[in-house]
């Protein structure tokens, strides 16, 4: 039987408008797929953590799913990219990545792992500013000393950034 997916790390659909979340998008009404009033979210927890920047930052400072650049293409390969989760817009900007602890056990783990690597080497001005949020627990991304924060101390950490 397969392994449930943790309910922080199902996707959803929210529609701000009326304050309701989808959990399948079958779910949601047809007239509303595709309008501004609908949000995607990967998962609950980055929803969770979106709003609670929302209670420390304004709307426009916060960016959502940003595409970076940290390896460039080259003759051999293709640009080595991450869509982080959130970049806050300030004249030092912050990074954030969610990552529910679900990750520890999934094949995902290696690719995020060298992702983690390659901004490390390739963009430290981004990594010294990268902040990883969880749900519940502090805990460290296996094989390193990177530590993800638990999305109720997100407010304390970003002091430290």
Not at 57 to 62: G, M, R, V
């Amino acid at each position: 039987m397969p392994k449930k997916k943790p309910i922080d790390n199902i996707p959803i659909w929210y529609d701000r408008e009326c304050a309701i979340s989808y959990t399948e998008k079958k779910e949601v009404p047809k007239n509303l797929i595709n309008t501004d009033r609908i949000e995607y979210w990967d998962s609950l927890l980055e929803f969770k953590t979106y709003n609670a920047l929302l209670s420390i930052f304004d709307k426009s400072e916060i960016l959502r799913q940003q595409n970076l650049i940290l390896f460039p293409a080259c003759d051999y390969f293709k640009a080595w990219t991450w869509n982080i989760d959130f970049i806050i817009n300030k004249q030092n900007p912050i990074y954030i990545e969610v990552k529910g602890k679900w990750i520890i056990d999934s094949p995902k783990l290696n690719s995020f792992w060298h992702t983690l690597k390659v901004c490390q080497t390739q963009k430290p001005d981004i990594f010294d500013r990268l902040l990883l949020i969880g749900k519940d627990e502090q805990w460290k991304i296996p094989a390193t000393n990177i530590i993800v924060y638990p999305l109720k101390e997100l407010r304390y950490v970003l002091q430290g950034i």
